[in-house]
């Protein structure tokens, strides 16, 4: 939930990204740390194993800017992909503002995608959140590859709430900005809606 | 059951400061922080200087989850109480009332015996405090909050943070 605090004007909200392993989260969060400005971000944090699959959550502060006097802070958080890390996914769910789905876009991936959006389901439910309700935004990562599935087939399979969603490829950043703003703006919008 | 919205005001702020400074000094700790369970820094007091403290919040709230998980796992509801004991440094975390964690950071010049001794006063001080944000925040919310900043915010406001 996102924390309002008059006393230093700001305002901070919970962004998780979520999808299958090795669909290219952490690689979002990297793009995006390089690409800030220094005085935008605060340090990125990686709790990962040796080889480098996340164990437990990145995490990447980021100050958008102001609104109305208010200092707008985004956490930036990821999950692990990997299955057997469910109960960590749990936890990295509570108190969400929005959500982004990395799908991969490796047809052999496919069954790996819906298995995760499922999990997303699922693990939000137990936290009493909906799907339907939350901001959320979905990202075809590795559009680049020679055995992406295609795009209609992707869309069909995953978007099946219609949300905004953006091709990418993670590695060279195409997509990464825009799915960021994305789910930014539709976490402001309804922090609106919810104030009325 | 979810969450409701942490909205937090001036003299909220100031009475959770007021807790947090006591403590510092009472403890002879030196610092003390107040994390919300989801990872956002509420306050801060003490010599927190060269300390990075939205990660240090960011963590505390990681540590406090998987700790509460395996509670679960055992049959236990959480473990609201956790000591760190480092070389030099040590970090002594509390759940405050479900909601709130306290890290008090301290070296030998206290003791653990008396951190756990301070932190059990400012940790029901501070519970209260919490009670009454949550209450307002509930009242408010009943009534459709008209103090947010968000209720008057346009979606050229929204845009104008991504014009770059």
């Known amino acids: 939930m996102s924390f309002i605090n008059y006393s230093s004007r700001e305002i901070n909200c919970k962004i998780v990204y979520y999808g299958p392993g090795l669909c290219g989260k952490t690689t979002n969060l990297q793009f995006i740390y390089n690409k800030t400005n220094p005085d935008l971000k605060g340090k990125m ?19 958008l800017g102001q609104i109305r006097g208010f200092k707008t802070r985004f ?3 990821t999950v692990p992909g990997q299955v057997f890390y ?6 990295i769910l509570k108190g969400v503002d929005g959500v982004v789905f990395v799908a991969d876009s490796q047809i052999e991936r496919m069954e790996a995608n819906l298995e995760s959006i499922d999990n997303l389901k699922v693990n939000l439910r137990e936290q009493g959140y909906e799907l339907e309700k939350i901001p959320f935004v979905v990202q075809y990562n590795k559009r680049d590859l020679p055995n992406s599935a295609p795009l209609d087939e992707m869309r069909r399979q995953i978007n099946t709430l219609g949300v905004p969603e953006f091709e990418a490829c993670a590695t060279t950043g195409q997509g990464v900005f825009e799915t960021l703003k994305a789910v930014a703006k539709s976490v402001l919008s309804d922090l609106k809606r919810l104030s009325r | 059951m979810m969450d409701t919205q942490l909205v937090m ?3 909220d702020y100031k009475k959770i400061l007021g807790v947090i400074q006591r403590l510092v000094r009472d403890a002879n700790s030196k610092g003390v922080f107040v994390v919300d369970k989801n990872g956002q820094l509420i306050a801060e007091a003490g010599e927190v200087r060269g300390i990075d403290t939205t990660s240090l919040a960011s963590l505390t709230a990681g540590s406090i989850a998987a700790t509460g998980g395996l509670a679960k796992i055992i049959g ?22 479900g909601r709130i964690i306290l890290v008090v950071v301290f070296d030998d010049r206290s003791s653990l015996g008396l951190v756990r001794l301070r932190v059990k006063k400012a940790g029901g001080e501070m519970a209260k405090i919490f009670e009454e944000i949550q209450k307002k925040a509930e009242s408010e919310a009943a ?22």
């Open chain 1, 45 to 63: 944090i990686s709790l990962a194993t040796e080889t480098e699959r996340t164990l437990f959550f990145d995490f990447l502060p980021l100050a």
């Open chain 1, 75 to 77: 956490h930036l958080y």
């Open chain 1, 86 to 91: 469910d109960a960590s996914r749990k936890l």
């Open chain 2, 9 to 11: 005001y001036e003299e």
């Open chain 2, 76 to 97: 236990e509801e959480d473990f609201p109480v956790h000591f760190h004991q480092g070389a030099r440094d040590n970090l002594h975390i509390t759940l405050v009332g």
């Open chain 2, 143 to 164: 009534q459709g909050s008209p103090g947010s900043p968000f209720a008057e915010i346009t979606d050229d406001d929204i845009d104008n943070l991504f014009s770059d």
